[in-house]
């Protein structure tokens, strides 16, 4: 969904400005008339996650590179550490728009810190439109961001068990971590969790798992959701549900699951 974003926001400005500047849609030169101006270049920035902390994200940037150009696509990705490097996060966000030819700047995802990086953005850049993909911040990115695209995560608090229900689950493990259950949303749909595996009649289990940006990085919380999986199975049986709030979890976290199937 959220490479869906990235490129259909990237093909609305394309779009939006080449038909405002295209010469088929003026008048011809007459007379003593100049013609019609050129289009004007612009470029588009897509500041992502790695490889590592979001393989879907960093994609996302370069499949619109593939599609537009790297003439109009620039690319930027975020330090895998980035709750420890703050002012990293933010100066390639001010390098980003340091070409003026950069008109719309994407953060795909607008991790902590992205709320301060915009305002930075905007004291030198004000004329340059703020994209905020699945901000971390959804109590302050509205008045920083020109636009917010969030999925509605809270709705999933129930969608999610009552699926693991019809499938035969009787147990719903929740791997998160403190920084995680900090986002105003990923705290309201965890608590939506247990009260719908309350409804359903299903066990709820919050489990705590390594941050992958503190010292252990992606590594160690990969390796917990290995290690972790076979003793919630041996626990709470094979009709158990796990569930993760990071994306660098969810594949050994699926590889564990169908292994201890």
């Known amino acids: ?40 270049k612009f470029k588009i920035a897509i500041y992502t996650n790695t490889v590592s902390q979001n393989e879907e994200e960093f994609r996302s940037a370069e499949k619109a590179v593939q599609k537009y150009g790297a003439d109009m696509i620039v690319t930027q990705t975020i330090p895998d550490n980035f709750m420890k490097e703050q002012e990293t996060v933010i100066a390639n966000g001010l390098a980003l728009v340091s070409d003026p030819e950069v008109k719309a700047l994407i953060m795909n995802q607008a991790i902590p810190g992205a709320a301060a990086m915009f305002e930075k953005i905007k004291e030198q850049r004000p ?21 917010a695209l969030q999925p509605d995560e809270v709705s999933m608090g129930r969608t999610i068990p009552e699926q693991a229900k019809k499938l035969g689950a009787k147990t719903f493990v929740h ?13 309201a749909r965890r608590d939506e969790f247990k009260v719908v595996c309350e409804e359903l009649g ?60």
């Open 202 to 261: 299903m066990k709820f289990v919050d489990a705590t798992a390594p941050d992958p940006t503190g010292d252990g990085g992606v590594p160690a919380a990969q390796q917990f959701v290995l290690e972790d999986i076979p003793r919630k199975v041996a626990e709470f049986g094979k009709d158990t549900n796990f569930f993760s709030t990071n994306c660098s979890m969810q594949e050994p976290l699926i590889k564990a699951s169908l292994e201890n199937s």
């Open 127 to 147: 004329d340059v439109l703020l994209v905020a993909v699945t901000p971390a911040e959804t109590d302050v990115i509205a008045d920083k961001a020109d636009i």
């Open 1 to 40: 969904m959220k490479k869906v974003l990235a490129l259909l926001l990237a093909g609305i400005m394309l779009f939006a400005m080449t038909a405002c500047t295209s010469p088929a849609t003026q008048p011809a030169a007459t007379g003593g008339e100049q013609p019609a101006a050129a289009e004007k």
């Open 175 to 187: 791997y998160s971590f403190p920084r995680h259950m900090s986002y105003p949303m990923l705290a």
